[in-house]
């Protein structure tokens, strides 16, 4: 095993926030900082078309995150094996979705005993993250890492869905991360003329030019080095050779919400019974890691469209193909820059709800899954989210190879309230499709071809064909109580030098797409590591 210098700060993981910890955390030059990452660093991954489906374009190394496989139990979609290794993590290969959830999703975390991580507490990270395009207020920044943009085309199938949501009695808003979330309008995107800004991009390059920070790709971590209760350095493998990296000061672990328990309870901390039967020695018996897990179950409605200006009729035509290619390359502009979901509506599936439990998104084109081939016809999808689930599931080691992916039980869909809303989502997502302005554009449904009469039967569709949003959380919850892996400054509960910052820290899922409030947890972490580095 070879032996490395030591670091005052060692972060696990260059996603989504570890990119942003690399950059706070050596920003000083104060602080020697090492960044492990498991995937590489291939050039066309730090900054590419955003289009998170381009592979029907040109195949620019796209990956899913995982894959979803029908649940033998209770038919609902579960995870298989996690795969999509990248710097910037999932903000390199998404949809390119900026939201960040609603004011009550931050109230209910500080409300559960995370003192410092209501709403008013959290606004100024994500002003310091942003350099945003149109808006410049109490809500939002201008100069930060991450750009923020408006989709630079509007589309007429999205202004018919406004206009749909219109007649159905659902308001426009403008800003959706503004005042109120509630309402309908253009997703604003990670985005600077037509190309992503991943947190490689926005974060770590900028900061690769630092003598104080080091960053290890191909590293994969395998456990977390103790010296009795402090955590003094991480093991990983590199080119098959086993190393050790030491920390004088903070081991952080920002591996998400699957690779950092999973690291946890390779290193011992996890569900003691589990650990003993799979002869990991128990360093401390934490049945809260690994626990928790939450994620967006959607549904889909799928039609064919009275117009050929959907991705189907560009992909399906060389000519109209090469249009696009030279549209994007001399105007930034056009398919290649569309967002996984363009339009975007938030709405409450009760009446007098006083926030909005769905999101229907708007999505440009078709297919019979995520990630296959497009139809061959004109189309476009409207997907369903469910927003605040209260289905829980885990993520748990299932061998003591660092190696060996984690199984992942996601448990969807498996409390009455998550069916009834996503149920009664549907049906709303049906109905601004019927209305006039959208019902114009639909030559024919195509999935479901009919629409259900019963619930039940919506139900059974949502099981079988139903899929997941790539937003898995809240596998180290952050809490105040005996059973929370980390507290509210993401300390890992009864250690020294070890912390968590990422999206497994949630303790409720947020109230739309992830990758935001990722950034966010990257930066309030980082000034907390900070200030109690000043301490010592």
Same mark, same amino acid.
């Given at each position: 095993?070879?032996?490395?210098?030591?670091?005052?700060?060692?972060?696990?993981?260059?996603?989504?926030?570890?990119?942003?910890?690399?950059?706070?955390?050596? %920003? $000083?030059?104060?602080?020697?900082?090492?960044?492990?990452?498991? /995937?590489?660093?291939?050039?066309?991954?730090?900054?590419?078309?955003?289009?998170?489906?381009?592979?029907?374009?040109?195949?620019?190394?796209?990956?899913?995150?995982?894959?979803?496989?029908?649940?033998?139990?209770?038919?609902?979609?579960?995870?298989?094996?996690?795969?999509?290794?990248?710097?910037?993590?999932?903000?390199?290969?998404?949809?390119?979705?900026?939201?960040?959830?609603?004011?009550? #999703?931050?109230?209910?975390?500080?409300?559960?005993?995370?003192?410092?991580?209501?709403?008013?507490?959290? &606004?100024?990270?994500?002003?310091?993250?942003?350099?945003?395009?149109?808006?410049?207020?109490?809500?939002?920044?201008?100069?930060?890492?991450?750009?923020? $943009?408006?989709?630079?085309?509007?589309?007429?199938?999205?202004?018919?869905?406004?206009?749909?949501?219109?007649?159905?009695?659902?308001?426009?808003?403008?800003?959706?991360?503004?005042?109120?979330?509630?309402?309908? @309008?253009?997703?604003?995107?990670?985005?600077? =003329?037509?190309?992503?800004?991943?947190?490689?991009?926005?974060?770590?390059?900028?900061?690769?030019?630092?003598?104080?920070?080091?960053? *290890?790709?191909?590293?994969?971590?395998?456990?977390?080095?103790?010296?009795?209760?402090?955590? $003094?350095?991480?093991?990983?493998?590199?080119?098959?050779?086993?190393?050790?990296?030491?920390?004088? /000061?903070?081991?952080?672990?920002?591996?998400?919400?699957?690779?950092?328990?999973?690291?946890?309870?390779?290193?011992?901390?996890?569900?003691?019974?589990?650990?003993?039967?799979?002869?990991?020695?128990?360093?401390?018996?934490?049945?809260?890691?690994?626990?928790?897990?939450? #994620?967006?179950?959607?549904?889909?409605?799928?039609?064919?469209?009275?117009?050929?200006?959907?991705?189907?009729?560009?992909?399906?035509?060389?000519?109209?193909?090469?249009?696009?290619? &030279?549209?994007?390359?001399?105007?930034?502009?056009?398919?290649?820059?569309?967002?996984?979901?363009?339009?975007?509506?938030?709405? %409450?599936?009760?009446?007098?709800?006083?926030?909005?439990?769905?999101?229907?998104?708007?999505?440009?084109?078709?297919?019979?899954?995520?990630? #296959?081939?497009?139809? =061959?016809?004109?189309?476009?999808?409207?997907?369903?989210?469910?927003?605040?689930?209260?289905?829980?599931?885990?993520?748990?080691?299932?061998?003591?190879?660092?190696?060996?992916?984690?199984?992942? =039980?996601?448990?969807?869909?498996?409390?009455?309230?998550?069916?009834?809303?996503?149920?009664?989502?549907?049906?709303?997502?049906?109905?601004?499709?019927?209305?006039?302005?959208?019902?114009?554009?639909?030559?024919?449904?195509?999935?479901?071809?009919?629409?259900?009469?019963?619930?039940?039967?919506?139900?059974?569709?949502?099981?079988?064909?139903?899929?997941?949003?790539?937003?898995?959380?809240?596998?180290?919850?952050?809490?105040?109580?005996?059973?929370?892996?980390?507290?509210?400054?993401?300390? *890992?509960?009864?250690?020294? /030098?070890?912390?968590?910052?990422?999206?497994?820290?949630?303790?409720?899922?947020?109230?739309?797409?992830?990758?935001?409030?990722?950034?966010?947890?990257?930066?309030? @972490?980082?000034?907390?590591?900070?200030?109690?580095?000043?301490?010592?």
């Amino acid at each position: 095993m070879q032996q490395s210098d030591e670091f005052d700060f060692i972060v696990v993981g260059a996603g989504s926030a570890g990119c942003v910890l690399a950059n706070r955390l050596s %920003a $000083s030059g104060r602080h020697r900082v090492l960044l492990l990452e498991a /995937g590489g660093e291939d050039d066309d991954r730090w900054i590419h078309i955003p289009l998170g489906y381009g592979k029907h374009f040109s195949n620019p190394k796209v990956n899913w995150l995982y894959q979803c496989e029908p649940d033998e139990k209770t038919g609902s979609r579960s995870i298989a094996q996690p795969r999509g290794k990248v710097l910037g993590g999932t903000s390199s290969i998404n949809g390119t979705v900026y939201v960040r959830g609603q004011h009550e #999703d931050y109230d209910e975390w500080r409300n559960l005993g995370n003192a410092g991580w209501g709403y008013a507490e959290v &606004l100024p990270y994500f002003r310091k993250s942003e350099d945003n395009q149109r808006w410049s207020n109490e809500y939002h920044g201008v100069g930060g890492p991450l750009c923020v $943009s408006d989709p630079p085309d509007p589309h007429p199938l999205c202004e018919a869905f406004f206009a749909a949501a219109d007649e159905c009695g659902y308001p426009r808003n403008p800003d959706v991360n503004g005042a109120t979330q509630a309402g309908f @309008g253009y997703n604003q995107v990670t985005q600077r =003329r037509g190309r992503r800004c991943s947190t490689a991009v926005g974060f770590l390059r900028p900061a690769l030019r630092r003598s104080n920070l080091s960053v *290890v790709t191909d590293a994969h971590a395998t456990r977390i080095l103790f010296s009795g209760r402090r955590a $003094s350095g991480i093991e990983y493998l590199r080119g098959g050779a086993r190393e050790c990296a030491h920390a004088r /000061g903070e081991v952080i672990l920002a591996a998400g919400a699957f690779n950092s328990p999973q690291l946890l309870q390779l290193s011992g901390l996890g569900p003691a019974s589990l650990l003993q039967a799979l002869g990991i020695p128990v360093v401390a018996d934490m049945p809260g890691v690994g626990a928790n897990l939450q #994620d967006h179950y959607n549904g889909r409605l799928v039609f064919e469209c009275a117009e050929p200006f959907t991705l189907n009729d560009v992909v399906g035509s060389p000519m109209k193909k090469l249009r696009e290619g &030279l549209r994007y390359y001399l105007m930034r502009k056009g398919f290649l820059t569309m967002a996984a979901s363009t339009a975007t509506g938030f709405v %409450a599936t009760a009446p007098g709800a006083s926030r909005p439990d769905v999101q229907i998104g708007l999505v440009l084109y078709s297919t019979d899954k995520f990630g #296959d081939t497009l139809h =061959r016809f004109s189309g476009f999808t409207l997907l369903v989210r469910l927003l605040q689930p209260e289905s829980r599931g885990t993520v748990l080691v299932k061998s003591a190879d660092p190696l060996a992916a984690p199984v992942i =039980r996601p448990n969807y869909l498996s409390t009455a309230k998550d069916c009834d809303v996503l149920v009664a989502g549907m049906k709303i997502a049906r109905r601004l499709v019927d209305a006039g302005p959208m019902r114009r554009y639909v030559a024919r449904a195509h999935e479901p071809a009919h629409p259900f009469t019963r619930d039940d039967e919506w139900l059974q569709y949502l099981r079988a064909r139903g899929g997941i949003s790539f937003h898995p959380v809240g596998t180290c919850r952050m809490g105040s109580d005996a059973a929370a892996v980390v507290d509210e400054r993401l300390r *890992v509960r009864g250690f020294k /030098g070890l912390r968590v910052v990422d999206a497994s820290i949630m303790p409720t899922l947020v109230s739309g797409n992830t990758n935001a409030p990722t950034i966010m947890i990257g930066e309030k @972490g980082a000034d907390m590591i900070l200030e109690d580095a000043g301490r010592d």
